[in-house]
């Protein structure tokens, strides 16, 4: 019995789950855990999780069936405009800031990451924001905005850009009009918003992947680290700062923090929300 329990197929998969994505189920959420499991057990017909923890590592669907389960564990809840501040302060006072750290330069662009996407809402915020500000402060800049997520599902919903009630409820009239057409009961994002965002399916783990960001003016990772164990988050944060450049922002969810996780990065207050930049000298008088 002592040695069945050393080896619970749940914890097993625990840990899996932790070495592959980084995402760590606490023991108060391994019945959560369990019942993603159970969702996946049912589609496959597999009978017990210790089948299932074989499926997961030696049966030739391993690769494909973590991901479907992924797909089970990380079900973002987002919206469009879900934070008005955040955008406010990337419109009037961030994008300012890198245009004039970038305005020396002959290539006029602009790379923005929205990490850990779910399903569009935050890129495609982002696009008619940036849409809004093309005739003035963006003229002549051209803008690449960089959809990722674990959620192959996500990744799929995004891509189609059709959204209901629940997530279109704080977009104001007018950017309905501008912005989207009416589809059915839901509402699809206009073909000059789709085609500013590129999407796709990422582990913010995998080193190898990661190195391919690089390049990048302004990150968003909202919301997705709370997934995250301290040792994961270093690993992530890393890769955030590496792929960074030395004039850019990160941004994460209003409740998270890198206090404790980062000291590469300084906190900087904007008037209505917070952001960090990379913290040498030289950038933290120019944030100032």
């Known amino acids: 019995?002592?040695?069945?329990?050393?080896?619970?197929?749940?914890?097993?998969?625990?840990?899996?789950?932790?070495?592959?994505?980084?995402?760590?189920?606490?023991?108060?959420?391994?019945?959560?855990?369990?019942d993603r499991?159970?969702?996946?057990?049912k589609a496959l017909g597999i009978p017990t999780l210790r089948d299932y923890f074989d499926c997961l590592t030696i049966k030739p669907i391993r690769q494909a069936e973590m991901v479907?389960?992924?797909?089970?564990?990380?079900?973002?809840?987002?919206?469009?405009?879900?934070?008005?501040?955040?955008?406010d302060?990337?419109?009037?006072?961030?994008?300012?800031?890198?245009?004039?750290?970038?305005?020396?330069?002959?290539?006029?662009?602009?790379?923005?990451?929205?990490?850990?996407?779910s399903t569009g809402e935050e890129p495609y915020t982002l696009a008619m924001m940036l849409l809004e500000e093309q005739a003035s402060q963006l003229k002549g800049w051209t803008t690449e905005i960089l959809a990722t997520d674990l959620n192959e599902r996500s990744i799929a919903h995004a891509k189609a850009g059709s959204y209901g009630d629940y997530s279109t409820r704080n977009v104001d009239p007018l950017f309905r009009g501008k912005y989207f057409l009416l589809s059915g009961d839901n509402l699809r994002?206009?073909?000059?918003?789709?085609?500013?965002?590129?999407?796709?399916?990422?582990?913010?783990?995998?080193?190898?992947?990661?190195?391919?960001?690089?390049?990048?003016?302004?990150?968003?990772?909202?919301?997705v680290l709370i997934y995250f164990d301290a040792v994961s988050k270093k690993r992530v944060i890393q890769h955030f700062y590496t792929n960074l450049l030395q004039h850019?922002?990160?941004?994460?969810?209003?409740?998270?923090?890198?206090?404790?996780?980062?000291?590469?990065?300084?906190?900087?207050?904007?008037?209505?929300?917070?952001?960090?930049?990379?913290?040498?000298?030289?950038?933290?008088?120019q944030s100032r």
């Open 248 to 285: 850019g922002y990160l941004f994460l969810g209003h409740s998270e923090s890198l206090f404790g996780v980062n000291d590469d990065f300084q906190l900087v207050h904007l008037p209505s929300c917070t952001a960090y930049v990379k913290s040498d000298k030289r950038m933290a008088d």
């Open 89 to 117: 302060a990337i419109r009037k006072i961030v994008l300012p800031r890198i245009i004039e750290a970038k305005s020396k330069l002959a290539l006029r662009q602009l790379r923005i990451w929205s990490a850990g996407c």
């Open 68 to 87: 479907s389960l992924l797909n089970e564990i990380t079900i973002g809840e987002t919206c469009f405009f879900r934070n008005p501040p955040q955008i």
């Open 37 to 41: 499991c159970q969702k996946r057990m």
């Open 189 to 223: 994002v206009k073909p000059e918003v789709q085609s500013a965002v590129t999407f796709s399916r990422l582990n913010l783990l995998e080193d190898a992947r990661m190195l391919f960001m690089k390049g990048v003016d302004l990150i968003l990772c909202c919301d």
């Open 1 to 34: 019995a002592a040695a069945g329990a050393a080896v619970d197929p749940l914890i097993q998969i625990r840990d899996l789950v932790y070495k592959i994505a980084g995402i760590f189920q606490a023991d108060n959420k391994l019945r959560l855990l369990e």
